[in-house]
């Protein structure tokens, strides 16, 4: 058995959490050799649901779960982690979009990228989820200058995976036939799902679909998504979420499925002429724990006015919060 690994999850207490631990503890996230410490955070007031939340763990007795931390504290809960996903923020309700969020979340996405600066592991992974996700990425990352930026990610899976089941309810086939997704940008109603490079069964998917499905379906199906569970469920998406963090934080950690790719919102190298520092979606792989955005992906004038869209606006985010970007 491998030594446990500390794996911090903030907002434990809430929803995505409720689905999130109990697959982390299980060894979906990591692997079923690879025991866990998960170190909790909430804020004050929900400590005693956190509480709730740890005796249901400990009553599941996953062998991989080697000790529970519960904190208020960030520098407590962050403490020599691993891995953090940071889920802890307001989530949108009916009517709003994800970014009318950044004014009451940002601030908790500094003090938190300074608590990792300060505490964790320097290789410490952290997947974004709190919304909006991108920028508060961003802002966690600006915060810690000693750590790696490209340790800092956001959440774009549930996009993607939503695109797969799009496409293959579409073209009756399974999401087992489908490689080569590819979620371009902001986790908001401006991301670019492309099917361009989309395969099913080995064959170009747009061979396989009309344009006219793609561009009037399709494509707003996926980014608006989240808004239609939220009108249907009366709450926004949370064991779906939760799946999509799994899938994140496994791939990065165990590797991406040889031959294909799949989408992370991390730090922009300058690929395909998106502005360097922004946290954009790209297609990317994983090895040895570690990330690289896939090149060489063709672009044509439809994708590229897309992906235009999308940085546009995570620079429009970025330049609203500037005051949390030291
Ligand atoms: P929730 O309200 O059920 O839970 C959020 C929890 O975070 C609460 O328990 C709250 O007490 C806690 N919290 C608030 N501030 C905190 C802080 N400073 N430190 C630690 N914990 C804090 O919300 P939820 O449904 O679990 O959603 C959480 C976030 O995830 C929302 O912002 C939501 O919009 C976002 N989300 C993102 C995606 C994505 O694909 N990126 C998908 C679904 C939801
Ligand atoms: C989602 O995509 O389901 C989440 O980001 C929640 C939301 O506000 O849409």
Redesign the pocket.
Known sequence: MKAPVRVAV????????YSLLFRIASGEMLGKDQPVILQL???T??LE?LKGVAMELEDCAFPLLAGIVQSDD?TVAFKDAEYALL??????GPGME?KD?LEA?AA?FS??GKALNDVASRNVKVLV???P?NTNALIAQRNAPDLDPRNFT???R??HNRALSQLANKTESSVNDITHMTIWGN?SSTQYPDLHQAKVSGESAMDKVAQDWYESDFIPTVQQR?AAIIKARG????AS?AN?AIDHMRDWALGTADGDWTSMGVYSDGSYGIQEGLIYSFPCTCKNGDWEIVQGVDINEFSRGKMTATEQELAEERDAVAHLLP
């Open positions: 903030t907002g434990a207490a809430g929803q995505i959490s955070l909430e804020i007031p929900a649901a960030a889920v802890g923020a307001r989530p949108r994800r969020l979340n908790i003090a938190q989820v709190g919304n996700a956001a959440m774009t549930l996009d986790h989240g709450a926004s998406s949370a979420a999509a």
